[in-house]
């Protein structure tokens, strides 16, 4: 399916990666496809730059694959306003790609570092989501 195609099968999707490269599109996609993966976090600044589409509970949303062509939909069923040091063990073991709130902690400290946003106390955007389509790969 094309993202045109996506985009016309639901109107108002916003479109996000999971990740900053094709690799960790690809490990996070397939972490969301193994159903392992049913949570992830915005940073506020993102949604304020308008790099982000700010999350809304039952919107669906395509995620893009390594290349940019659709791989999910999801809907959001559950948001949390939070910051990188609040951070409960729960919400980051939701997310599947750490065992531990320490390891998401070390390596969502990596990512907002290569972008160049790390702080502490940054606002964060906490999303329980569901499936809705998967387009294969």
């Known amino acids: 399916m094309t993202l045109d195609e996506a985009m016309k099968k639901y109107p108002g999707a916003a479109t996000f ?5 094709p690799a960790l599109i690809a490990e996070l996609t397939g972490l969301v496809r193994l159903g392992h993966k049913r949570a992830t976090c915005t940073a506020v600044i993102d949604i304020e730059a308008g790099r982000e589409a700010k999350p809304k509970i039952g919107r669906r949303d395509i995620a893009l694959g390594p290349y940019g062509a659709p791989a999910l939909v999801i809907e959001t069923k ?3 306003n939070t910051t990188w040091a609040q951070m409960t063990e729960e919400m980051a073991l939701a997310e599947g790609e750490d065992e531990t709130l320490e390891g998401w902690r070390a390596g969502h400290r990596r ?3 290569r972008q160049g946003i790390f702080a502490e106390d940054m606002a964060l955007i906490w999303e329980r ?8 790969g």
């Open 78 to 80: 559950e948001l949390v």
């Open 129 to 136: 989501f569901d499936v809705i389509e998967d387009f294969g």
């Open 111 to 113: 990512y907002y570092s």
């Open 17 to 21: 990666s999971f990740g900053d490269s």
